[in-house]
């Protein structure tokens, strides 16, 4: 009959066996020698995934010596070296490390520790292109499981830029620019991402115009020269200073009112990238004279053809006349006599020290005028003074002269102004009375006049 005796000490023990068969009794003494169990430990640091787990055999056996070693991970991995030293874990979670230690007697024994593998972070951030001169934001999106982010650590160019999980920096540099997010978890666990930033070039913008001077209306056409790499250029536009904008290149641009005028050029890229030219007091667009004068008085006949020029003209500084009879003068007010009736082109320009000008025109008519001479007395009495009625005119025509006597009879009639009455009838002198005088005559503005009067 099988018996099973359990030793719990180490060494040698001795075994009876003793049979009694019908009292018949027979004993055997043996001894037995107890081994000793291997003494299985080790340690095993927590870790993080995808780095090794480190680990350490202390086991060991009194008396003996260790013959072999087995190593199960618990991720289906298994080892026999005594010493593995390290194990790395594919997968984050819990795991049980077993080893089983077998002495040279062949005693074996198991032990066992947890671990834990934690997850390694998943780096990332996001990043929008910007311009040169631009702030660029960055903002960390990594991402671990079970666990939290603890520090982001940004760097550009072997720099540490920001240790902040969002932020904003500006660059001086314009291309693809390779920045370095380096994540750890509250575990120190830790993953490396690079990505690149984009800085887009600003335009490079430049232009001229001309001719920047001169009077109004001023025409000013504009050159730009622009560059911009890398990326095209999808805007241009002018702004004027004036209120006025061209979105178009090389405009022509007409200035109406007098000033100084900044000109701005704004490029855009393909890219939204902006840049602004102001060219300060480029355009000097002047004031143009405002010529302008009247006369006095309002009519003027040849009797006293004397004109005053009023100048009334504004922002002048030299001033010329043609008064239209062939005299000129550069006075600012001029007082002229004309010699002679008639009507007169005046023509008034007005130029400014700039060498801008105005011109305007007017006209002055010195009126013709009429006079007529009648004596209301002679005498023909043969002494050779005032022997002749005779009338003096200028400028009359259809001129008539008709003498009658008191009673009404007719006298004589003459229509030449040249001829006057000598004091006769048919051939002989009147008697001495008082007469009567009909002139008829026309004017030189044909107007008929009728004058009647009497002469003794």
């Known amino acids: 009959i099988p018996v099973t005796i359990t030793f719990r000490t180490i060494g040698n023990h001795l075994a009876s066996l003793q049979i009694n068969n019908n009292g018949c009794i027979d004993q055997h003494i043996d001894s037995v020698y107890v081994n000793p169990l291997p003494i299985v430990q080790f340690t095993a640091s927590n870790a993080c995934q995808g780095l090794p787990v480190q680990i350490q055999n202390q086991s060991s056996v009194t008396g003996g010596s260790i013959f072999s070693t087995q190593w199960n991970f618990g991720d289906n991995q298994t080892s026999n070296l005594f ?12 795991y049980t490390i077993n080893l089983t230690v077998t002495s040279n007697h062949l005693c074996s024994a198991t032990g066992s520790q947890p671990i834990t593998i934690y997850d390694k972070p998943d780096a990332g951030f996001k990043a929008d292109s910007a311009c040169l001169g631009e702030l660029i934001y960055l903002t960390d999106t990594s991402f671990v499981k079970n666990d939290f982010i603890s520090s982001s650590v940004f760097s550009y160019n072997n720099s540490i830029i920001s240790t902040n999980s969002s932020f904003a920096y500006l660059f001086n540099t314009v291309g693809s620019l390779p920045i370095e997010l380096i994540t750890t978890s509250s575990h120190g666990c830790v993953d490396t991402i690079v990505r690149n930033v984009i800085v887009n070039s600003n335009p490079v913008v430049s232009f001229s115009g001309g001719p920047l001077s001169g009077c109004e209306p001023l025409f000013v056409n504009f050159n730009e020269t622009i560059t911009n790499s890398p990326g095209n250029i999808t805007n ?45 007091n480029y355009v000097n667009v002047y004031q143009n004279p405002i010529a302008d004068f009247f006369t006095t008085p309002n009519a003027v006949d040849e009797f006293w053809p004397v004109v005053n020029f009023n100048n009334t003209s504004l922002y002048g500084n ?69 022997e002749v009625f005779q009338c003096k005119a200028t400028n009359i025509s259809n001129f008539s002269m008709s003498i009658y006597s008191r009673w009404g009879n007719h006298v004589t009639t003459t229509n030449n102004i040249e001829e006057g009455w000598d004091g006769k009838e048919n051939g002989k002198t009147v008697q001495e009375d008082t007469y009567i005088y009909v002139i008829n005559f026309t004017d030189v503005f044909h107007e008929d006049h009728v004058l009647t009067r009497i002469v003794s």
């Open 83 to 94: 010493d593995p030293l390290t194990h790395a874990y594919l997968f984050d979670g819990p």
């Open 236 to 280: 241009v536009t002018y702004y004027f200073g004036d209120g006025d904008s061209a979105n178009y290149p090389s405009p022509l641009h007409i200035y109406t009112n007098p000033g100084i005028y900044d000109v701005t050029l704004s490029a855009t890229s393909q890219y939204g990238c902006t840049t602004d030219t102001t060219y300060t």
């Open 318 to 386: 030299q001033y010329f006349w043609n008064l239209g009879d062939s005299t000129n003068s550069n006075d600012y007010n001029l007082q002229h006599t004309y010699a002679a009736a008639g009507t007169y082109p005046i023509e008034l320009i007005v130029t400014t020290n700039e060498g801008c000008a105005d011109t305007t025109y007017g006209e002055v008519i010195i009126r013709p005028t009429y006079t007529i001479y009648v004596p209301n007395a002679f005498s023909p009495n043969n002494d050779d003074k005032n």
